[in-house]
Nanobody, 117 residues
Framework: QVQLVESGGGLVQAGGSLRLSCAASGSIFSINTMGWYRQAPGKQRELVAD???????IYADSVKGRFTISRDAAKNTVYLQMNALKPEDTAVYYC???????????WGQGTQVTVSS
């Protein structure tokens, strides 16, 4: 059974930093893409960043230059380093994993990030 365990959310002042982690386990297949999405109250879930098995990355325009996604293949873990945080970054952040042999995407339970002004 696939499990995604997220950690690292919390409350931070504007301009501060947080680092999110998501560790995946339970599948016999290797991982293709790992990513982070977020959902603010009253808004749709949106892609923040993702990273392929080859290391290619995509970022939302709103976080470019401030957030960095990385992964540790040996640990099946993806990280999101968030710097220069803004109040508009406040949301629940969800980890997402796409396995090569699985037929669906997997989601973490979500971790709250709150940025105060």
């Amino acid at each position: 059974q696939v499990q995604l365990v997220e950690s690292g959310g919390g409350l931070v002042q504007a301009g501060g930093s947080l680092r999110l982690s998501c560790a995946a386990s339970g599948s016999i297949f290797s991982i293709n893409t790992m990513g982070w999405y977020r959902q603010a109250p009253g808004k749709q879930r949106e892609l923040v960043a993702d990273i392929t098995s080859g290391g290619s990355t995509i970022y939302a325009d709103s976080v470019k230059g401030r957030f960095t996604i990385s992964r540790d293949a040996a640990k099946n873990t993806v990280y999101l380093q968030m710097n220069a945080l803004k109040p508009e970054d406040t949301a629940v952040y969800y980890c997402n994993v796409d396995y090569y042999g699985e037929t669906r995407l997997f989601w973490g339970q979500g971790t709250q990030v709150t940025v105060s002004s």
